[in-house]
């Protein structure tokens, strides 16, 4: 069973809705039910008023057209991109925006992970830590900005106990690594709280967990899109 979690802050304010970041549960809740949750990182200063239509049209895509979670991820990422790319090609480059992005499908107890950098996430599994960031050439560069893209693929086979955080890039840099491993380490529920603490000197920022839970009926938990208060 998979627990989703998030937070966001904006302006130095924890808060329910923010730019950075999306949950778009599936509303048929069936065995093939997906999940979409994602950060969004805004590339330029012209961008920041983008994000938020951004995350909406990446959600709204990926239910429309998912045939399978990687195809779906694909084709709402490229829309998106070339959403950015018409506005670019009119605009003065002064006046371009641009977005980096991490976009999780889960499905039962796969997450398919596709980033486009700047993004930034961690996989925590028995007491180890791994960083995960865009490395493939074409998936370095944020949305709108070139002509080319393509998103990075990983995929994740959630077992009792793995924690996946995905985090605007902000974020994860000022994350030590040990008190991060510390965080995720906590039960389910402890784990966004503490990050949050870590977290909310920052202006803007924000975070999205998805924790694997002992199973019960094997099904994911309702995405929460609660506020996760300060203290």
């Known amino acids: 069973m998979l627990w989703l979690g998030q937070f ?6 924890a808060q329910e809705e923010t730019p950075w970041v999306g949950v778009f549960p599936d509303e048929t809740r069936g065995p093939e039910a997906s999940d979409l949750l994602l950060i969004v990182q805004p590339a330029t200063a012209e961008s920041v ?18 045939l399978s979670l990687t195809g779906g ?22 006046h371009w925006v641009a977005a980096g992005i991490s976009c999780a499908a889960v499905r039962g107890n796969e997450v398919y992970l596709a980033q486009v950098a700047p993004a ?41 106990g793995d924690r996946l955080l995905l985090m605007t890039p902000g974020l994860a ?43 019960l009926e094997g099904d994911v938990e309702e995405p929460s899109a609660k506020l996760i208060a300060d203290g």
């Open 173 to 215: 840099q000022s994350l030590p690594e040990e008190g991060l491993a510390g965080s995720l380490a906590l039960p389910a529920d402890e784990v966004l709280p503490a990050v949050y603490r870590q977290a909310n000197a920052l202006p803007d920022c924000g975070a999205v967990l998805i924790a694997a839970l002992p199973s």
């Open 120 to 160: 930034g996430a961690a996989f925590y599994r028995t007491i180890e830590i791994r960083q995960v960031r865009p490395q493939l050439a074409d998936a370095l560069e944020p949305l709108g900005m070139f002509d080319e893209f393509w998103p990075e693929f990983s995929l994740f086979e959630m077992e009792e």
């Open 49 to 66: 008023e983008f994000c938020s239509e951004l995350k909406e049209a990446v959600g709204s895509v990926f239910h429309k057209s998912k």
């Open 73 to 94: 991820l694909l084709r709402a990422l490229r829309e998106a991109h070339e959403n950015l790319r018409e506005w670019n090609r009119k605009s003065l480059k002064e």
């Open 8 to 13: 966001g802050i904006a302006d130095g304010k």
